[in-house]
């Protein structure tokens, strides 16, 4: 069955540090989602892609975060530079296409702690 | 706009009895509603979904949930608890314009021996 893949599980770094998380969306999926989980609330959606392109990033925290999806596949967030209140599980998502049925394939997550 | 809203954020039920989780939402066009679940440590699985048509939903691991436009209510509920069920519980209504999920706070489920 295919998956979303997400790297690293875990990562462990110190606030001021860089970090970066990967996705990989299930085959021919389209559209890209990244989600935050802050512990013991809902995901809340930091940034999506059409493609290549950004379709909504309103909720991205532009001065340190940043996301990319150069060949339209797979997708790069990252973080600089750290800071304690970005500890969170950073959830990944795929669907084939927007205005579909709506289900969001969900990868594992990286879960994130700043020390 | 779109929201819901998660009723408890955490349900104990004793294994056997009837699992019942409120989610309302609000949302000025019809909605697409969702119920996914979340393992410790892990992304979340979809439960069921709601487009249109019937409005009594069934998903997977025996769950169902009923759309009610006139409560806009969209409750899970499973009519007899495994210990498996532990995990945490999300309701989720579609952001058509954008193709993107708005979710709500999420319900933990403890299920009691």
């Known amino acids: 069955e295919a998956e979303v893949a997400q790297s690293p599980r875990y990562k462990i770094t110190e606030k001021s540090q860089a970090v970066a998380f990967w996705c990989d969306p299930i085959?021919?999926?389209?559209?890209l989602y990244w989600y935050r989980q802050i512990l013991g609330q809902g995901p809340e959606l930091l940034v999506q892609f059409q493609d290549e392109s950004v379709v909504d990033d309103s909720q991205l925290p532009k001065d340190r975060f940043s996301a990319e999806r150069l060949k339209g596949v797979d997708s790069t967030l990252k973080i600089q530079p750290a800071e304690l209140g970005d500890s969170a599980m950073y959830l990944c998502?795929?669907?084939?296409?927007?205005?579909?049925?709506?289900?969001?394939?969900f990868g594992e997550g990286s879960r994130l702690t700043v020390l | 706009a779109q929201s819901v809203t998660q009723l408890g954020s955490h349900v104990s039920v004793s294994e056997g009895a009837l699992v019942l989780l409120r989610c309302n939402y609000s949302s000025s066009v019809p909605p697409y509603l969702f119920w996914y679940v979340q393992y410790p440590n892990q992304g979340l699985q979809l439960l069921l979904k709601y487009t249109t048509g019937a409005t009594l939903v069934k998903g997977i691991n025996g769950f169902e949930a009923e759309f009610k436009k006139s409560e806009t209510s969209f409750h899970l509920t499973k009519p007899s608890a495994h210990m498996s069920d532990a995990a945490e519980y999300f309701c989720a209504v579609y952001k058509g314009s954008q193709g993107n999920l708005i979710f709500g706070k999420g319900t933990k489920l403890s299920v009691k021996p």
């Open positions: 998502a795929s669907s084939f296409s927007p205005g579909g049925t709506g289900e969001l394939f």
């Open positions: 085959s021919g999926h389209a559209t």
